[in-house]
């Protein structure tokens, strides 16, 4: 009835209104599932959802006429481009839907399924929908049921794997990706625009019947909803998304002159560090000696909504973090701040000593009596805003907050265990028939803003980073602005706000999965953090995991931050090695990444300079593409060590390393009177070479003032002792050389120390090391060795 171009693909439309062919340009394949219906439009109201009847195209104005059995008419005005054709619907006569659905399109390919970019592959041919506004929301609605033939998880467990997917590529919820897996193979594309006009109750977060309030405007209405839908070849998707960008006026981010999605700028790796305006010279330092360019602040703010910086770091508030930033800027250094987006905090002005009318409401209800200031039971007419399980039971009348205990069992309903006056406010007599809300809060000790109240974040935000000269932020707890009950929508509104104010040269990411359009915006995400866990361990397969996401949504890779520690109870403070295996899985996936390490670890770290030194040779040979692909693979592999040197301009020497488990030698394994030694069964995978090890000295129960005297290694007919003694909590370091190094347990050098003997060579294959010393102390420490071996340099150069 219709057949549109849309760049490669041509679309056929029926005179019911489906799409039935979705054509690469010769036509010889065709990928809408014959299965299943794909619909262009669906309309929902209330639960009941409906497909169009007939279908007309009026070819003088390019309009398509959609009618449905209810009696709504759907006018859609369509566009062929040059590489991808658009729909808006510009009319809806006849009824008031609820909400609107473009599809979902039902495909037989999916080889790739890019649930944020809305592109799905087969072979060498994508398809791709992407939301033209902030209106269409890509996903579906929480409140419907899904079709019958939705895969329950992006990666089912009964799945074979399709296209590659692995059960940790579950990342995001199915409501909230514009594409998405079907049942016995195949995708679907989505997206969706709301009536907002309406108060409703519906799913929001994880409330399974939250309050809604109904919005102004015209993004609160489904006319104007648009999208665009193309099809190319794979290697033209993001050509085809940048001419999506530029023709229909979407954000179009550039660094340095460059897309976003595209600029090498898009993985610059940054510092993050507690810098304040007395230490940002040093911090500016650092950064640049670690070949950096970006240093960010993890916690700049005394408070989130107002968003006033601590005094601590920047007394004189933003012109202190402005100065900050035109220090950095003079240096080559650019300047970023961390935020919880949304999240407000319950000593913020929002909130105390008067809260604001704008904060998010689970519910309301009215006071059924009047109470005075002192009243500890308050009676209520309906109970279930105040029975949603959250984190704190705060609630608000007129200007006083209140916490209770919880809700009587029975009508008639009161609020029990009432504490009056919460968080600064004053308590104060209320008529009957007052309404009362349930403020919507979070662990994090915070309550969130409605979506009026939201835009005055963004307004603050913006302002701060073009004021100050920022240009980096990342926008954590984004999934705080579900909290309003606009779904992707209020994310849409939130971030693009904060876009439009300050500009487009700022490297921006976000905590969550972005709604389609937001994928425009964000430069990228840095997820995988660093608390708790060894540096290759912590939250290891997610980081992995993020590289496929990446990957098959055509965003910039980046591997998450990584923490640079002093020695503590739990961790010793970070070595060479650990940052060397971070930077070869970054040159490995072509990745970013970012540094954290306090301003006080950063001074007391003695090998500080060695791991930043490290961190520019690497970056230097990533960003210069030194690395071939098959390089690249073997540095992929999170159980591969190596280490890289420059080897003159443009060139370096990259050795794959291999490290020994640890190698303890402890006195209670020892016979009375037996001298302290150990032999252990060692195998070289690489060619013959002098002994490289670390020996730690660990104490026992506590006492630290245990030590080795005259620790001596045998190996192949050769002894090498140190006269020295190693107390507890330091290291000895041998890089093959007759020389050792005494470190303390921050790496700060105390000594060097020679040996007279030649140094042993560990020869290639299996062998036997042997270790003796003389235990001091009472408990004896315990001694633990590495030996590190590594093989002939592969050398590499800029290309």
């Not at 950096?292 to 909504?305: A, K, Q, R």
């Not at 309903?413 to 009362?436: D, F, N, S, Y």
């Not at 990411?509 to 425009?520: E, F, Q, R, T």
Request: hydrophobic share 35%; charged share 20%.
């Amino acid at each position: 009835m219709l057949n549109i171009q849309a760049g490669s693909m041509s679309i056929r439309i029926s005179d019911t209104g489906e799409i039935t062919a979705l054509s690469d340009a010769g036509g010889e394949k065709r990928y809408v599932s014959t299965a299943y219906k794909s619909p262009l439009i669906r309309l929902a109201t209330g639960q009941q959802l409906e497909e169009p009847s007939a279908a007309k195209y009026h070819a003088a104005s390019g309009e398509l006429t959609l009618n449905y059995p209810s009696g709504a008419i759907v006018t859609v005005a369509t566009a062929s481009r040059e590489r991808y054709a658009t729909f808006e619907v510009i009319r809806i006569d006849g009824a008031d839907p609820d909400t609107l659905i473009w599809g979902p399109i039902v495909m037989t390919i999916d080889s790739s399924i890019g649930e944020s970019v809305g592109v799905v592959q087969g072979g060498d041919f994508a398809i791709g929908m992407q939301a033209l506004n902030l209106k269409t929301v890509g996903g579906w609605p929480a409140e419907l049921q899904r079709m019958e033939y939705v895969q329950p998880t992006y990666a089912a467990c009964d799945d074979a794997d399709s296209g590659g997917r692995q059960l940790s590529d579950n990342k995001f919820d199915y409501e909230v990706c514009t594409a998405w897996p079907i049942v016995r193979g195949g995708s679907l594309l989505q997206s969706f625009a709301r009536n907002r006009t309406k108060p409703a109750h519906r799913p929001v977060w994880n409330l399974p019947d939250a309050e809604v309030e109904g919005m102004d405007g015209d993004d609160a209405r489904i006319p104007g909803t648009k999208i665009a839908l193309f099809g190319c070849p794979v290697d033209q998707v993001l050509a085809t998304i940048e001419a999506v960008e530029l023709g229909e006026g979407l954000p179009h981010p550039e660094f340095d002159g460059a897309w976003g999605k595209t600029s090498p700028a898009a993985t610059r790796s940054y510092l993050i560090t507690d810098f304040s305006e007395k230490t940002m010279e040093v911090a500016v330092r650092y950064t640049r000696q670690a070949g950096l360019n970006y240093v960010y602040h993890p916690d700049p703010f005394e408070n989130w909504g107002h968003f006033k910086l601590k005094p601590k770091y920047f007394q004189g508030g933003d012109q202190s973090l402005k100065r900050c930033v035109e220090l950095a800027e003079k240096e080559g250094v650019h300047v970023g701040i961390h935020t919880l987006s949304n999240f407000t905090t319950l000593n913020d002005p929002y909130v105390s000593p008067v809260p604001d009318a704008g904060l998010e409401k689970v519910g309301t209800a009215k006071l059924t009596a009047s109470i005075g200031s002192l009243d500890q039971e308050i009676g209520i007419e309906d109970p279930r805003p105040f029975t949603a399980s959250l984190f704190r039971h705060t609630a608000m009348m007129d200007k006083e907050l209140i916490e209770y205990d919880g809700v009587s069992e029975s009508a008639p309903w009161k609020l029990t265990g009432v504490k009056r006056g919460m968080h600064g406010t004053a308590p104060a007599p209320h008529q009957a028939g007052t309404e009362i809300g349930r403020l919507w809060d979070h662990p994090y000790d915070v309550v969130f803003p409605n979506i009026r109240l939201q835009d005055r974040f963004s307004e603050r935000i913006s302002g701060l980073m073009s004021e100050a000269g920022l240009k980096q932020i990342s926008f954590d707890g984004l999934e705080g602005l579900y909290a309003t009950g606009q779904d992707g929508y209020g994310v849409n509104r939130f971030v693009n706000m904060c876009y439009e104010r300050w500009g487009s040269e700022v490297i921006n990411d976000a905590s969550i999965v972005v709604p389609n359009y937001l994928w425009h915006i964000f430069t990228r995400f840095n997820w995988g953090e660093p608390w708790g866990a060894h540096t290759r361990e912590g939250q290891l397969e997610l980081r992995l995991s993020n590289q496929r996401y990446f990957a098959r949504n055509f965003i910039p890779p980046m591997l998450g931050w990584f923490l640079i520690r002093s020695a503590s109870e739990r961790f010793e403070a970070t070595t060479l090695d650990e940052i060397e295996w971070v930077l070869s899985k970054a040159a490995g996936f072509n990745a970013g990444f970012s540094l954290v390490a306090d301003m006080a670890v950063l001074e007391r770290n003695g090998n500080i300079n060695v791991l930043l030194e490290s961190v520019r040779v690497w970056e230097e040979a990533r960003h210069a593409k030194a690395f071939t692909a098959e390089q690249r693979q073997r540095l992929c592999d999170a159980k591969s060590d190596w280490h890289l040197e420059e080897a003159g301009t443009g060139r370096w020497n990259l050795y794959p390393i291999a490290i020994s488990r640890p190698f303890i030698c402890s006195p209670d394994e020892l016979q009375p009177g037996q001298p302290g030694g150990a032999d252990w069964t060692f195998y070289n995978k690489y060619a013959a070479q002098s002994l490289r090890f670390c020996l730690r000295v660990m104490p026992s129960y506590g006492n630290e003032d245990a030590a080795v005297k005259r620790p001596t290694f045998y190996t192949n007919g050769t002894y090498m002792t140190f006269e020295t003694e190693v107390a507890a909590n330091e290291y000895l370091v041998c890089d093959g050389s007759p020389e050792g190094k005494i470190y303390d347990q921050n790496w700060n050098l105390l000594r060097t120390v020679e040996t007279s003997a030649v140094v042993p060579t560990v020869a290639a294959g299996g062998q036997t090391l042997s270790f003796s010393c003389k235990f001091e102390g009472d408990p004896k420490p315990v001694v633990s060795v590495k030996v590190f071996t590594r093989g002939e340099p592969e050398k590499i150069e800029a290309k």
